[in-house]
Nanobody, 122 residues
Framework: QVQLVESGGGLVQAGGSLRLSCVAS????????MGWYRQAPGKERELVATTTGGDMTNYADSVKDRFTISRDNGRNTVYLQMNSLKPEDTAVYFC????????????????WGQGTQVTVSS
């Protein structure tokens, strides 16, 4: 199996910063895409940022220039540095990874973490 475990969420005042981490473990041969999504109460889950194993990144317009996604491929870990936080950033943040579990079976599957709560007070 594959597990994704997020950490780093919490309560912060508007304008503050938080850094989220997500570690993937288990039966992993390779990971290509890793990313962060968020879901606010009463809203659908939305993309925040994604990154490939190289330098390609993608951000939601609402977080560009404030959030930075990065990755440590050797540790199967993805980070999300969140600066200039706003109350509208309040949500549960989920980690997502596209994983190939076996070198003999060329199948890729998406996995999700359990989520970490980020609350930004005004």
């Amino acid at each position: 199996q594959v597990q994704l475990v997020e950490s780093g969420g919490g309560l912060v005042q508007a304008g503050g910063s938080l850094r989220l981490s997500c570690v993937a473990s288990g039966s992993i041969f390779n990971i290509n895409l890793m990313g962060w999504y968020r879901q606010a109460p009463g809203k659908e889950r939305e993309l925040v940022a994604t990154t490939t194993g190289g330098d390609m990144t993608n951000y939601a317009d609402s977080v560009k220039d404030r959030f930075t996604i990065s990755r440590d491929n050797g540790r199967n870990t993805v980070y999300l540095q969140m600066n200039s936080l706003k109350p509208e950033d309040t949500a549960v943040y989920f980690c997502n990874a596209n994983v190939r579990r076996s070198q003999y079976v060329p199948t890729w599957s998406f996995y999700w973490g359990q989520g970490t709560q980020v609350t930004v007070s005004s």
